[in-house]
């Protein structure tokens, strides 16, 4: 399952299904200032309530197995989950909205901090939601966007496309720029503070571009990418590669390098303490000061809190909750199905898992509470979270769903004795835990401090 996420990431669906033979709509491109534009036939009018999405959402309460039977990867077996009381009948996730595309979205949902929600399409269109699921606006852009919108802490919306274009665009739909680029992207961009984009391009250089839109700058590293890049926080960017490394950039100087035991199929993950690396061989964490890796364990796919105080692993048809210090599994619940992209871990440690069967899956391992809501008859993105409104938005095939997890998640009361490295719901990242892990790596060449 591991090899996955390598195989689509780029191919236009969470398992390469949907792929790029959909054919590329050129739009053409909007000068700066224009307005923007609505597709002649993309969208279908969002379904609102709850009641039209009832039969789609199947919830298992209470009767989850808490443990899977031990196989090859019984080193993350850990104890069986606590048993818990029978949860009440009303905790099935509330689905806010459903929105429809005619032509399927060919990348993951982004939500930006005024709480729009970003998704584009194999149309070449990115389309603005409101949190009622209307449409805002769209945009249509030159080829097929590639992976994921980006959105910065402005809630300003970049878009990668394949001819290759990059796109910068206000919350309101209007564009600030467009890049005409001299290489393909061989990732999606990301976008990491104080206000640069990074992208590595299939000319092995990484390109990191400032947000008002000047010409990228490129740094030739003479490998290739085998996943996305994966924001660090505090301004760092890291870069896995095919030579089993990870390459940590802050302001586009190298400021650590990691030795991994396999290719890495995913993003490094992690913040102030600990790294994570998902690769062939396995999850690894490292130390953020030495470099040093600290433990290991088998793996598909991983996920970190935001407050990073929570770690998720799945491995084979199982999903554990591991602790970040030492690896140990706490708890762990059987999967139905293949997971098809990285699940999503929340600060109150629920699991948010998108299968290949279409569903996303909801789990707490701790009350072994387990809920599924069916998206779309295709694989599913990686889903997003906005931990201040408590909603994730999941997109597969040509739909759009949000649900609002407030009512669904363990009420907030403080940590579980029994889930001691677990979920509590805890801020996003602060500022001074960005100035502790910048303390932790040198600075890059030129930049003092």
Known sequence: MAGLLAGGWLDGGPLGGIGLGFGSFAAGSLEPGSEPRLPAASLVRPSLGVASAAPELASAVGGAESRASAGPDSALAGPAAPASPAAPPDVAPHVLWRFGSASPVSGAPAVSPAGLVYVTSVEGFIHALDAEGGLRWSYGVEGVPVGAPVVDAAGQVYVATTMPRLYGLRADGHLLWMLRL???????????????????????????????????????????????????????????????????????????????????????????????????????????????????????????????????????????????????????????????????????????????????????????????????????????????????TAAAGGAVVTLDLSAWQRPLGGEPEDMPEGGARGARESGAAASVLAARLPAPSGEGG
């Not at 490129?218 to 760092?236: E, I, N, V």
């Not at 896995?240 to 396999?262: I, K, P, W």
């Not at 069967?357 to 599913?380: E, F, W």
Request: charged share 15%; glycine share 8%; aromatic share 8%.
């Open 182 to 392: 001299g290489t393909r992207f061989a990732t999606p961009p990301v976008w990491a503070a104080p206000g640069l984009l990074y992208y590595f391009g299939r000319d092995q250089n990484l390109y990191s571009v400032p947000t008002w839109g000047s010409q990228p700058r490129g740094q030739y590293l003479a490998q290739a990418a085998s996943a996305p890049l994966g924001s660090l926080g505090a301004g760092l960017v890291a870069l896995a590669t095919t030579e089993a490394e990870a390459q940590v950039f802050r302001r586009a100087a190298l400021v650590a390098r990691l030795s991994l035991d396999g290719v890495p199929t995913q993003p490094l993950l992690g913040g102030v303490d600990r790294w994570f690396a998902l690769t062939r061989a396995g999850v690894a964490a490292y130390d953020v000061s030495t470099q040093v890796r600290l433990w290991r364990a088998p793996g598909d796919f991983a996920a970190a809190s935001a407050d990073e105080k929570g770690l998720v692993v799945a491995s084979g048809r199982a999903l554990s909750w591991v602790s970040p210090e030492t690896g140990e599994a706490r708890h762990r619940l059987p999967l139905p199905d293949d997971v098809s992209a990285p699940p999503v871990l929340t600060n109150a440690g629920i699991a948010l898992v998108p299968l290949v069967s279409g569903d996303l899956l909801l789990m707490d391992a701790v009350s072994s509470r387990v809920a599924r809501v069916h998206v779309a008859s295709a694989p599913v993105w990686s889903p997003a979270w906005n931990e201040e409104s408590q909603r994730t």
